[in-house]
């Protein structure tokens, strides 16, 4: 069987044809043009389900979104600026009476997070670093959602007077690196740089991290987990990231609490979201069955 899945962003939506065994079989990406609304959003999902559908014999369409989500029902609890009059999105209704398809919604760093447990790990968090700091909490394989569907908000957690993802994402980089004359587009840029021993960018990118390490520090006496999985372009330096931020970790961490927790790099790198999204939407039919 297989299924479309869908990882919605705010500049562009990736969409994956994807079998029962968690094989892309086609895959491809277009603009979300989501300064148009939730309009635009369903038409041009809805249009991608169409062109698809009888082709690869789609079973069911899973969607990857940010915001808060409804996971129950299909719908978008809360957006914030980046995806104006997204809010109230019902993307379970609107497609299934479109396309007649079953539809499934979570969370986009939840289906991230949801990717890694195919990969055996089935109780850890995930932290996404990106323009803003994202995270899950996975239990016995599943993900804790909270009271309101909005567990894991790490980025909003307050360290030294600001919210950690005002510290620490590669946005918050990026602007401190332009306040200091850096003229840099992205992430790679300013890494470049620090890679040839630029000292500006040198001093910044261990701020970076030691601001990313408090957090982390945090997290994990908080939940004491046996992994925490790092996601986000910046996670492309692989090792050299890993390497770099366990030693910003091990400048601050009380080991005793610490423990065997272990640092690593999600699986599935830019198709997590995809992936996840189809675990997902098979959990909520193995659900419904029972």
Partial sequence: MN???????????????????????????????????????????????????????????????????DYQNGIVSYANQLMP??????FAVEITQATDLRTTVENDVNCFA?????????????????????????????????????????????????????????????????????????GEELFNLYDSKNIVAMNLIAEFYNNLAKGICNLAYLFNPSKIILGGGITKRKEAFLNELNVAVNRIVDPNYWGSTVLSIGRFMNDGGLIGALVHH???????QN
């Fill in 282 to 288: 098979l959990n909520q039919r193995e659900t419904v």
């Fill in 114 to 186: 949801l990717s890694e447990t195919l990969n055996g790990n089935d109780n850890f968090i995930m932290i996404t670093i990106g323009t803003g700091i994202g995270g899950a909490i996975v239990f016995n394989n599943r993900i804790f959602h909270g009271i309101n569907n909005s567990a894991g908000e790490f980025g909003q957690m307050v360290i030294d007077n600001q919210k950690w993802e005002d510290l620490a994402s590669v946005k918050s980089l990026l602007e401190k690196a332009r306040l200091f004359s850096l003229q840099v587009k992205n």
């Fill in 3 to 69: 299924y479309l899945a869908f990882d919605i962003g705010g500049t562009y939506t990736k969409f994956a044809v994807i079998n029962h065994n968690y094989q892309i079989i086609e895959q491809g990406e277009y603009p979300t043009l989501a300064m148009l609304g939730k309009k635009q959003i369903l038409k041009t999902s809805i249009n991608k389900i169409k062109e698809l559908k009888d082709s690869h014999q789609i079973q069911g369409v899973a969607i990857s979104s940010p915001g808060i989500i």
């Fill in 85 to 90: 009059n997204y809010a109230g999105t019902n």
